[in-house]
């Protein structure tokens, strides 16, 4: 089954019902459908090729997830990115993928004029609503209006293609360097659909609240589950946690998904007493959950179930504890998830003991198609199952997660640490380098570090130490006022410092960041 296909059985089972709320306004699956056929059909009259990357840059609204879909059913790829990002961010994503489309909003357009001057490879910019009156930076780019369209619109008959090409590409940051496109097969979106579906017992009365970015893996299941099962997806681009609660109580949301940081702040709000009637469950993942936040989310939420998860981009999800083990151990990622096998490894790829520390790594139809464009990095996370037989030509590969946990004597999976540096802050997986990268090119500071320093609500916040001030009136103030204006809120340091002296370096002659964050451990306290 091909992604887009997911919506059109729904759409032939629940025509009526609404698969998107924004705001006071639904969409049926009807509509939604005739949505992605009208503009999978302007896509391939713009000369949308097969697999052609279509980028799309823009808060949650109905356009957003039509075009998802209608790239998918125009045999294109979509690349949704983050809309906290700046135009630098953007542009790389632009250019490492070679976005042949651009789909955007009018008010966001003006500041993506230096990216479409530097990327030739953008052909089209559909501008979601009215395009009359903006000018094309360059001469052989068009830009286009979102189409207009009645009901029963035929199907486009995009490029043929299978269920293992390419259907996504979703950018995520590592340890080093700037994020890596993660590349997803249509039978991997639709297999965590059905996965995730399975387990959360998704039918078409229920009600998903979309507060995760649609860029982010568990973000955009949460539309693919629900339009699978004919469920409601409410979309949300929500600003304090008060407003989160607001929506569950007036949508009458039956499951909503968060990560810690923003679980954090809705356990310590008043939940109206009419929600126990209708929120299912709820759901976390992009981190562990504080036990006691679980705690109280559990004391105000007593009907609703926890579902605790582990995942990660490459694989999508890997692991849930089911609600009646949370009890027994709320520390717990809990198990595969359905259609997968985690294994637990030495470095000599050896399954490990009971309660042995090793590397997690995940096999199944999950496994993502790589990183795109980068055949390096592909080959140091991608690697084959470990004990395949010998005797199998083509080896299976599955994902090496770089995360080290630990099975119990019942199989039940506990996470002990990452084996990078990686930043995981609000939910978001920042790469210390492209910080610091992002620092050096303000030419304020010769030395800078960036790392994660434990934070009671946050998970981890970004410390920058510095060094080498380029200037006396350099100051951290300075600094902090130039990452605002170049960086997306996500990745602004909380803490910056300028150091007296150089920067400590490692054996390899690297500035050491392992020491510089174990002596700041204690920064934002306990």
């Known amino acids: 089954m091909l992604l887009a296909d997911t919506l059109s059985a729904t759409a032939s089972r629940f025509p009526t019902r609404p698969a998107l709320r924004f705001g006071s306004a639904d969409l049926t699956y009807s509509d939604t459908l005739d949505g992605a056929r009208a503009v999978a059909a302007l896509l391939l009259d713009s000369g949308l090729g097969r697999m052609d990357r279509v980028a799309i840059y823009a808060e949650k609204r109905f356009e957003t997830v039509i075009a998802m879909y209608a790239a998918a059913l125009a045999g294109g790829v979509y690349v949704p990115v983050n809309p906290l990002l700046k135009a630098e961010q953007v542009g790389h994503i632009a250019k490492d993928c070679a976005a042949r489309v651009l789909v955007t909003t009018r008010e966001r357009l003006p500041l993506l004029e230096d990216l479409l001057l530097s990327t030739p490879s953008i052909k089209t910019v559909l501008v979601m609503g009215d395009a009359n009156g903006l000018e094309s930076p360059r001469p052989e780019l068009t830009i286009c209006a979102w189409p207009n369209y009645g009901p029963g ?113 809705l356990a310590q709000l008043k ?49 849930y504890l089911p609600p009646s083990e949370v009890d027994r151990r709320p520390d717990s990622i809990g198990k595969a998830i359905p259609n997968a096998e985690i294994l637990v490894v030495r470095p000599d790829g050896t399954p490990c003991d009971a309660n042995e520390p090793g590397e997690l790594v995940h096999r199944g139809v999950h496994v993502a198609l790589g990183y795109w464009n980068d055949p390096e990095k592909t080959a140091e996370r991608y690697k084959p199952v470990p004990g395949q037989d010998p005797g199998l030509v083509i080896p299976e590969l599955a994902v090496w997660s770089g995360d080290t946990v630990r099975r119990d004597e019942e199989g039940f999976l506990y996470f002990v640490g990452r084996r990078d540096e990686m930043i995981k802050t609000s939910g978001y997986r920042v790469s210390p380098t492209e910080v610091e990268e992002a620092i050096y090119s303000m030419n304020l500071v010769g030395e800078v570090a960036a790392m994660g320093i434990k934070h009671p609500q946050l998970g981890q916040a970004i410390a920058l130490v510095t060094a080498l001030p380029t200037s006396p009136d350099v100051t951290p103030e300075a600094i902090k006022a130039e990452c605002q204006k170049r960086l997306p809120t996500f990745m602004v340091p909380h803490h910056i410092e300028i150091s007296p002296a150089a920067l400590p370096r490692n054996p390899n002659g690297k500035i050491d960041r392992k020491a510089l964050s174990t002596e700041r451990a204690g920064l934002f306290g306990e």
């Open 271 to 319: 939940w109206p007493d009419s929600v126990t009637e209708h929120l299912r469950y709820i759901t976390n993942t992009g981190g562990a959950m504080p036990r006691d936040t679980l705690e109280k989310l559990r004391a105000a939420l007593p009907r609703t179930k926890p579902f605790l998860m582990y995942g990660l981009t490459e694989a999508f999800r890997s692991t």
């Open 153 to 265: 619109v035929r199907s486009p008959g995009g490029h043929r293609v299978i269920d293992s090409d390419v259907a996504a590409i979703l950018y995520t940051s590592g340890s080093t360097g700037r994020p890596k496109g993660v590349v997803l097969s249509h039978r991997n979106i639709v297999a965590g659909a059905q996965s995730v579906s399975e387990y959360l017992a998704l039918t078409e009365e229920d009600r998903l609240l979309a507060v995760l970015p649609l860029s982010f893996d568990y973000g955009m299941n949460q539309v693919t589950s629900a339009f699978l099962r004919g469920a409601v997806v409410v979309l949300m681009n929500h600003l304090f946690a008060k407003d989160v609660i607001a929506a569950v109580d007036k949508h009458r949301i039956t499951g909503l998904a968060a990560v810690p940081p923003l679980w954090i702040q």
